[in-house]
């Protein structure tokens, strides 16, 4: 029963009455050996002054480590898949599949066909990885401008159900999602993302559980903006100061439906968070806004 929901007016159904898909539970990371900014392909890789930022490769490497050190300290188990060399942008894990459970409880991803050509090579890395834990793998059909898809950079799981919400409009292609509902048996809510400093969903939209969500309202279209108002009963805002680089706020990432690692700095979300009952974890992901991505990009969550 899959199918694709774009405005508040067709969500004519209770979404928490959907079929249920199991908690994803476990972290997958890939080292930043081989990470670095010298091929912008989104818009805070360059600064103000258009010229492109310079890393900081030890400073990277530490808050990597910090990240990963976090997750394990929240008691979930991290997973990782190798680096390879000249694929600069392989650390941002998320966007490569989009794993998910089949109705007879098969664990399964769908393979990304990412916009750009040279990240287009790292599905093959975390294809290996996901098959490793024990992971079936469905392809899209061949990649072309229209069959786009960058995997949980765009697409998210309202956890606990067969709804995704998914973006499209900038690597993502809107018209995918037929294909991905139909090979992930879910009802895809499909958003477009209207402005390009949010070019996936993951930097406007982070689900914290299945009833609440940081979202950056500016990233949206009225219609998107009021599907998001809809699905989510609890849902705090994040101004658009802290959603944008430098700070990245909406890139948090809930891996527990409590504790909400992020980006230091965000102060008003972070006390947003806090009146909401969450539990804020900032941490340092700067050298990685330095290429568009903080810490939902920096794993992929898989069951
Ligand atoms: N430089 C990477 C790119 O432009 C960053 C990816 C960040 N990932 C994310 N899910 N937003 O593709």
Redesign the pocket.
């Known amino acids: 029963m899959s199918k694709i929901v774009r405005n508040a007016s067709e969500l004519n159904f209770d979404i928490r009455s959907a079929p249920q898909m199991p908690l994803a539970r476990r972290i997958l990371m890939v080292r930043p050996t081989y990470f670095h900014v010298d091929n912008p392909?989104?818009p805070h890789?360059r600064k103000a002054d258009g010229t492109i930022h310079v890393l900081d490769k030890a400073k990277a490497m530490a808050e990597w480590e910090t990240l990963r050190a976090t997750y394990r300290s929240l008691g979930l188990e991290v997973f990782e898949a190798e680096a390879i060399s000249g694929l600069p942008?392989m650390v941002?894990c998320?966007?490569q599949t989009l794993p998910f459970v089949s109705r007879t409880g098969e664990f399964r991803a769908v393979l990304s066909n990412m916009a750009?050509d040279i990240?287009h090579k790292e599905v093959l890395g975390i294809k290996a990885a996901l098959e490793h834990e024990g992971y079936g793998t469905v392809e899209l059909p061949a990649r072309n401008s229209s069959t786009l898809f960058e995997g949980m950079?765009d697409a998210l799981w309202l956890p606990g159900y067969r709804v995704l919400l998914g973006g499209y409009g900038h690597r993502t292609h809107r018209s995918i999602y037929e294909k991905v509902a139909e090979m992930t048996d879910a009802t895809v809510l499909a958003f477009e993302l209207a402005n390009p400093r949010f070019y996936?969903l993951?930097?406007c939209l982070s689900i914290l559980d299945a009833r609440s969500a940081l979202a950056c309202r500016d990233a949206f279209t009225r219609e998107g903006w009021e599907l998001v108002q809809k699905v989510f009963p609890n849902l705090i805002e994040v101004p658009l100061a802290e959603a944008d680089s430098p700070v990245f706020a909406c890139?948090a990432h809930c891996p527990d439906g409590k504790n909400v690692l992020m980006q230091l700095g965000a102060k008003e979300t972070v006390r947003r968070l806090q009146v909401s009952g969450f539990h804020p974890i900032e941490l340092s992901t700067e050298e990685f806004i330095k290429?568009?991505?903080s810490v939902?990009?920096m794993k992929l969550q898989f069951f």
């Open positions: 392909i989104n890789m942008d941002f998320a966007n750009n990240r950079g996936h993951d930097t890139n290429s568009g991505g939902f990009c």
